[in-house]
C-alpha cells in the first residue's frame, strides 16, 4: 500500500480546518481521500465542488442515473473518467442505458 503524507484535520491550519469542516462527514470525520488533498487546499476544494456540482445539483439525469454512470467507468478501469463523464452526462440528455451497457459483460450489465 502506498504512503501518502496527508494532513490531519487536528493539525490543519484555520483555512484547511474550515475546508475539511465542509467536505466532512456527518460525525466530524474526513474520509482519507480528503485529506490527500490537505497538502493543495485548491484541488481538494475543485474536488469537492466537482462532485457536488455532478452529483448533487438540478441535472436531467436521477441521483441513481449519476451513481450509474459514476460506477461503470470504475467497473472498467476509468477512474479518472467518471466524475468528468457525470458532469458532461448531466448537461447531455441521452440513452444512458445504451451508453453503459455497450460492451459491457454481464456481470458489468447487472451494474447498470
Known amino acids: 500500500m ?3 503524507h ?3 484535520p ?7 480546518a474550515e475546508l475539511y469542516r465542509r467536505v466532512g462527514n456527518p460525525d466530524g470525520t474526513v474520509d482519507h481521500v480528503m485529506t490527500v488533498h ?11 465542488e466537482l462532485y457536488v456540482s455532478s ?3 438540478p441535472s436531467p439525469l436521477s ?7 459514476a460506477v ?11 466524475q468528468a463523464l457525470v458532469t458532461h452526462l448531466s448537461q447531455t440528455p441521452l440513452a444512458i442505458s445504451a451508453f453503459t451497457t455497450r ?10
Open 6 to 8: 496527508t494532513i490531519d
Open 2 to 4: 502506498a504512503w501518502i
Open 55 to 57: 452529483m448533487h445539483r
Open 38 to 48: 490537505g497538502l493543495n487546499p485548491d484541488g481538494l476544494r475543485a474536488h469537492f
Open 63 to 69: 441521483r441513481a442515473e449519476r451513481e450509474m454512470v
Open 72 to 82: 461503470t467507468p470504475h467497473t472498467l478501469g476509468l477512474h479518472f473518467f467518471s
Open 103 to 112: 460492451g459491457l459483460s454481464s456481470t458489468h450489465q447487472s451494474l447498470c
Open 10 to 16: 487536528a493539525d490543519a491550519d484555520p483555512p484547511l
